[in-house]
Each structure stands twice: as structure tokens, then as C-alpha cells.
């Protein structure tokens, strides 16, 4: 059965902070991993990763994907209270006849950024 | 970016009755859509997933009888629940990827809420 595992679960910080994220990972047939950040509804997309080592960027935020060791981390620079959220990691693999994939995705972290 | 539209946002039944929820991808045509659930505090956990033209592949412990699931065609995928009951009383999200199925990500509705009394 595919796994993913976030942590930490919950994380509180000051607005400023740097925040790491982590999200392990054991599937079969791994295609890419996914980091999503979700407020009150539905998630959003933030990065998909799918080559080890290349780090993906956008803005406060960056990703960073090793697949030898199986996990991924999220960073955020200069946290904002607007950043408070939880952030989901998803990886997508394929099922063993390769005709069909799934999304399965960690428990999230429940990052809270205070003034 | 692609836009997944899921309807309705928000919905109130009564116990024993049936919802039907839809989810449409307005901008691409998705051969493939994923239903998932969420209770609070918790993640997203795939309930089944939706190929156009064919039966739904249901995950392990999701009662297929009962989550009826039909994708009649490329931009349209419906999840009814069926003799609702009020531990049926979740966040229900839908998601689709586009016609190629490439490597990309998947765009999600906005959920619906759905609660049985």
C-alpha cells in the first residue's frame, strides 16, 4: 500500500520565520510528488516534482525532491500570516499495468503564522 | 491555469435520501477524475477513481453500491450518494487531469460540503 508521511503534523511561527516541511514517502511506481496548500476548501497547486536534486521555485517558497531517500521538503522564507494553512504533499504513482495512476496524499501540516 | 468546477458547494439532506454531486473540467477535456473525501482535520483520501466511458475503479473500504460514480463524458463526472446517512457527512473534492495524461497537476473543484441530518 502506498504511504506518505508529512511532518511535523502542526507547526506554529512568527511572521519572518523560516519554515521546513517534510514529506517521506514509500510507493510502487512512483511518476512525480506534489505540494498543495489548502485553506478552507479546495487545495491549490504549488509545485510538482519529479526529477531528484532540481529545486523548484516560486517566490517565499521553494521545493526540493531526493529520490533515493524517498522524500521531498517545502521551504518557506519570510512566513506572512497569509501563509497559515495546510500544506498537503501528494505522490502520484502508476498501477501495475502502468494504465492508470493516483494521487495519495500525506496527512498535511498545519502550518499557523502568527503576527 | 485549468478550472475543475464542482457543484454544489454546499449541500443539506435529509437521512435516506440521495445527493448528486458534479464536477466539470471547463477548459480541458479530462479522461480521468478523482472523488475524494476529507473530514476534518484529516487529508484527502481518494474514494474512487473515474475514467470516462467506463466503471469507476473503487478503492478498498469505499462502498461502490452506495458512491455511485458515472463520467459519461470527458468533461463531466457525477458522484451520487446514494440512502445518505449522517456519518456520509463530509467534504467531498474531485479532481481531473487532462486528455493526455501527462505527468501534470491535478487541477481539484472547489468541494462540496455535504451534510446529512
Known amino acids: 500500500e502506498d504511504k506518505v508521511v508529512q511532518s511535523p503534523l502542526s507547526l506554529v511561527v512568527h ?11 514509500e510507493v510502487t511506481n512512483f511518476r512525480s510528488l506534489l505540494w498543495y496548500k489548502q485553506e478552507k ?38 512566513t506572512q500570516t497569509g501563509d497559515s494553512a495546510v500544506y498537503l504533499c501528494a505522490v502520484e504513482a502508476a ?4 494504465s492508470n495512476y493516483k494521487l495519495t496524499f500525506g496527512k498535511g501540516t498545519l502550518l499557523t503564522v502568527n503576527p | ?23 466539470r473540467s471547463l477548459d480541458f477535456q479530462a479522461t480521468t ?15 474512487a477513481t473515474s475514467n470516462e466511458g467506463s466503471k469507476a475503479t473503487y478503492e478498498q473500504g469505499v462502498e461502490k453500491d452506495k458512491f ?13 450518494v446514494t440512502s445518505a446517512h449522517p456519518e456520509d457527512s463530509s467534504f467531498y473534492i474531485c479532481s481531473a487531469r487532462d486528455l ?15 451534510t446529512v441530518v
Not at chain 1, 511572521?15 to 514517502?25: A, I, K
Not at chain 1, 498501477?95 to 502502468?98: F, I, L, Q
Not at chain 2, 477524475?33 to 474514494?47: A, D, N
Open chain 2, 68 to 80: 455511485l460514480i458515472n463520467h459519461a463524458s470527458l468533461t463531466l463526472s457525477t458522484l451520487t
Open chain 2, 33 to 47: 477524475m478523482f472523488w475524494y473525501r476529507q473530514f476534518p482535520k484529516q487529508s484527502l483520501m481518494l474514494m
Open chain 1, 15 to 25: 511572521e519572518g520565520d523560516t519554515v521546513t516541511l517534510n514529506c517521506s514517502y
Open chain 2, 1 to 23: 491555469g485549468a478550472v475543475v468546477s464542482q457543484h454544489p458547494s454546499r449541500v443539506i439532506c435529509k437521512s435516506g435520501t440521495s445527493v448528486k454531486i458534479e464536477c
Open chain 1, 95 to 98: 498501477n501495475s499495468g502502468g
Open chain 1, 41 to 78: 476548501k479546495a487545495p491549490t497547486f504549488l509545485f510538482m516534482l519529479t526529477s531528484s536534486g532540481i529545486e523548484k521555485k516560486s517566490g517565499r517558497l521553494s521545493s526540493i525532491l531526493d529520490k533515493k531517500e524517498l522524500f521531498s521538503i517545502l521551504n518557506i522564507t519570510a
Open chain 2, 100 to 114: 493526455q495524461g501527462r505527468s501534470t497537476e491535478a487541477f481539484f473543484g472547489q468541494g462540496t460540503r455535504l
